[in-house]
């Protein structure tokens, strides 16, 4: 989103208020944030002008700077989602991404079944086929892993011909990133979720969106079981 001084900024205050400090209805001067942040009036602005319109902050004239509700803040912006990995509603944000990937995939796989083109179907399962072959390596924690994982989804969700459901790319993509990121995904996948997101190329491949549907139904309520489970083992520890 932004990069130096200002991006420094910029993910300081974003992670602070996403992790609730400020809280919601905290009142802010730029004076105060060039203090904490110990950068000029100009680098600060810019920052604050960014995470209002994320919906984080509103300024008023003699009011000052005021950290919204969570509910008024774009849950789809990816530096948002990327703060609310890093702090303490990783949980929230995971199980909250996987309830739309969960509700909006299965239909993107039905339409791409219908309407991917050519190039689509071939990339899909040449990714499938990577993923399988990363993962059965046990490389599934690793860069290359993710970043495939990352593209296989992003052709599927464009290969839909629906714009709306294209626009959760980045979404889902900080999603699977964080994941990894953050230590949280396994160096050999669940069983099954291989051979799920080959089942899905395939199907979008023959055109035949029933199956398609039904596999990317399968692999996601897989993974959603897996973070469920993930969340249990931390609070067992904890």
């Known amino acids: 989103m932004a990069?130096?001084?200002?991006?420094?900024?910029?993910?300081?205050?974003?992670?602070?208020?996403?992790?609730?400090?400020?809280?919601?209805?905290?009142?802010?001067?730029?004076?105060?944030?060039?203090?904490?942040?110990?950068?000029?009036?100009?680098?600060?602005?810019?920052?604050?002008?960014?995470?209002?319109?994320?919906?984080?902050?509103?300024?008023?004239?003699?009011?000052?700077?005021?950290?919204?509700?969570?509910?008024?803040?774009d849950a789809l912006a990816p530096a948002l989602i990327r703060w609310n990995l890093a702090g303490p509603y990783?949980?929230?944000?995971?199980?909250?991404?996987?309830?739309?990937?969960?509700?909006?995939?299965?239909?993107?796989a039905r339409l791409a079944a219908r309407r991917a083109t050519p190039a689509q179907r071939d990339e899909l399962r040449r990714l499938a086929e990577r993923l399988r072959d990363l993962g059965v390596g046990g490389r599934a924690d690793a860069e290359a892993f993710m970043e495939t994982d990352v593209d296989f989804h992003r052709v599927l969700l464009r290969a839909s011909g629906n714009p709306q459901l294209a626009a959760l790319e980045a979404p889902v993509a900080e999603e699977l990133r964080g994941?990894?990121?953050?230590?949280?995904?396994?160096?050999?996948?669940?069983?099954?979720?291989?051979?799920?997101?080959?089942?899905?190329?395939?199907?979008?491949?023959?055109?035949?969106?029933?199956?398609?549907?039904?596999?990317?139904?399968?692999?996601?309520?897989?993974?959603?079981?897996e973070i469920s489970a993930d969340a249990g083992v931390r609070e067992l520890r904890a």
């Open 179 to 225: 994941r990894t990121r953050l230590g949280l995904h396994p160096s050999v996948p669940a069983p099954g979720t291989l051979d799920q997101h080959l089942a899905v190329a395939l199907a979008v491949a023959a055109g035949d969106a029933d199956a398609a549907e039904r596999h990317s139904r399968a692999h996601l309520h897989g993974v959603w079981n």
């Open 90 to 108: 990783r949980q929230q944000q995971l199980e909250a991404l996987m309830e739309l990937r969960v509700a909006v995939e299965p239909t993107a």
């Open 3 to 73: 990069s130096g001084v200002h991006g420094d900024v910029l993910d300081g205050l974003g992670r602070r208020i996403a992790a609730g400090e400020p809280a919601p209805g905290s009142v802010l001067t730029l004076a105060q944030l060039e203090s904490e942040a110990r950068a000029s009036r100009t680098v600060v602005r810019e920052a604050v002008r960014v995470l209002e319109s994320l919906g984080m902050l509103v300024s008023r004239r003699r009011v000052g700077i005021t950290v919204q509700p969570r509910d008024h803040w």
